[in-house]
């Protein structure tokens, strides 16, 4: 099968200018690192703002560094919010950078908000194959919960120890693939070996360049970073690692494997949206202004 044409891309220069076309349609311009995300990303803020402002479209900046520089440059009076990911620095509890029109998501990325049971099985009940209570049932969310935290959460914390002490070494980029165990057509799923034995790898490639003290001292800092949030698994990363393990979950549960695009954009659609408080409120201070005139 031919693959299918590329769509044209704005140039980069024009990329802040297109938020221009749309003026006339919302009430505050948003800006995100990543092309690709629009469509999860308008549904996600549509459902978060309701009747309170109107949000079209979101402009994807072509990654963060992109995004913090037209933070920093924006002066006009219109309201805009710039969003960029936690990352591992947030994980590390490393300075973020502060701007004005800056809002940094407080977890790993935007993908994490999409780590929902309740959207899980709305997903699994759309797919036709089950009812609601069977899908809760095979889904068993706080075991899946469970078992991510016990393993996934040691290695982000050994990850952000990494960037905070080396920031050369590879971490994330090495992604899911390199944890999972499965083939011949079953669904792949954890293997708690090869997470046990990244962990060990990391920590030793970081040894090999600071003393014990210093790994120590930092690594404490995370895990004490860590144990107070609400919610651990906020520093395992969404879009690289708990999504692909929420489409496995999915095509268990179901018998059926959904397309990645497709299955983000229905998770925005039914997802919790208790997490993202924080992030309403400052797109509705944003608008403060323009909602007094």
């Not at 908000?113 to 809760?136: H, P, T, W």
């Not at 969310?141 to 393993?151: H, V």
């Not at 034995?197 to 970073?225: K, P």
């Amino acid at each position: 099968m031919a693959a299918e044409p590329a769509l044209p891309e704005y140039p980069e220069r024009a990329l802040t200018s297109k938020a221009v076309l749309y003026r006339p349609l919302q009430d505050i311009d948003i800006f995100v690192e990543d092309e690709g995300s629009e469509v999860f990303y308008n549904a996600l803020l549509e459902r978060l703002v309701g009747d309170r402002a109107r949000i079209s479209c979101v402009i994807p900046l072509r990654g963060r560094l992109n995004v913090l520089k037209r933070a920093g440059d924006y002066a006009d009076r219109r309201p805009a919010l710039f969003l960029i990911d936690g990352d591992l620095e947030w994980v590390a509890g490393l300075p973020q950078p502060s701007l004005p029109h800056l809002f940094v998501h407080p977890c790993y990325c935007v993908e994490n908000y999409l780590f929902c049971e309740r959207a899980m099985i709305q997903i699994s009940v759309e797919n036709g194959v089950m009812a609601e209570d069977d899908a809760k049932a095979q889904l068993r969310w706080e075991s899946l919960c469970k078992r991510l935290k016990d393993n996934l959460v040691p290695l982000f914390v050994e990850f952000a120890v990494a960037y905070a002490l080396r920031s050369d070494i590879r971490t994330v980029s090495r992604g899911i693939g390199a944890i999972l165990e499965g083939g011949g057509g079953a669904v792949p799923q954890l293997d708690l070996n090869k997470v046990a034995a990244l962990c060990e790898q990391v920590r030793t490639e970081v040894l090999q360049h600071v003393d014990a003290a210093d790994y120590l001292h930092t690594r404490t800092s995370v895990e004490e970073r860590v144990q107070v949030l609400n919610d651990p698994l906020d520093v395992v990363s969404g879009k690289d690692f708990l999504l692909p393990l929420q489409m496995f979950e999915v095509n268990r549960v179901g018998g059926q494997k959904v397309q990645r695009r497709s299955f983000v954009f229905r998770l925005a659609r039914h997802c919790s949206l208790e997490k993202l408080g924080e992030l309403r409120n400052r797109i509705l201070k944003a608008l403060e202004p323009s909602l007094a005139s």
